[in-house]
Each structure stands twice: as structure tokens, then as C-alpha cells.
């Protein structure tokens, strides 16, 4: 199973081998979550969709509708 979790380097992207219990840590970035995962058939791909926690956008719209 792959897993994004917070750690102290800022963020991971981890995978929990269900044979042995062990945790492997895959990606590490400081500024950056990962959000949805997917992986290929063959297991030898992982996609994934990032969250940049740097940039960020604060918009305010009236009269929506």
C-alpha cells in the first residue's frame, strides 16, 4: 500500500509491504503533500497528484451563482 504522511523532512510518500510489516519511504519533499495515488497493472509504475503547500491562491467571488 502507498501512503502520503506528514514526517519531519515536511512530507512523504511511503509504501507498507504487507509481507513483512516494514515501511519504505518512496518520495520526500518539504513543501509538498501527496494527495491521490494510483499504480500501473504491472506494479513497476505509481502516479501520484501533489499539493503545493507554498503557492497558494486566496480568491473571493460575489454573487456566485
Same mark, same amino acid.
Given at each position: 500500500?502507498?501512503?502520503g504522511s506528514e514526517v519531519?523532512?515536511?512530507y #512523504?510518500?511511503?509504501f507498507? %509491504?504487507?509481507a513483512d510489516g @516494514?515501511? @519504505?519511504r518512496v518520495i520526500t519533499s518539504p513543501d509538498i503533500a501527496f494527495a491521490r495515488?494510483? #499504480?500501473s497493472p504491472d506494479g513497476r509504475r505509481l502516479l501520484y497528484d501533489r499539493w503545493n503547500l507554498r503557492d497558494s491562491d486566496?480568491?473571493?467571488?460575489? %454573487?456566485f451563482q
Open positions: 500500500v502507498y501512503f519531519t523532512e515536511g #512523504a510518500l511511503q507498507l %509491504n504487507f @516494514k515501511i @519504505k495515488l494510483g #499504480a486566496l480568491m473571493l467571488v460575489e %454573487n
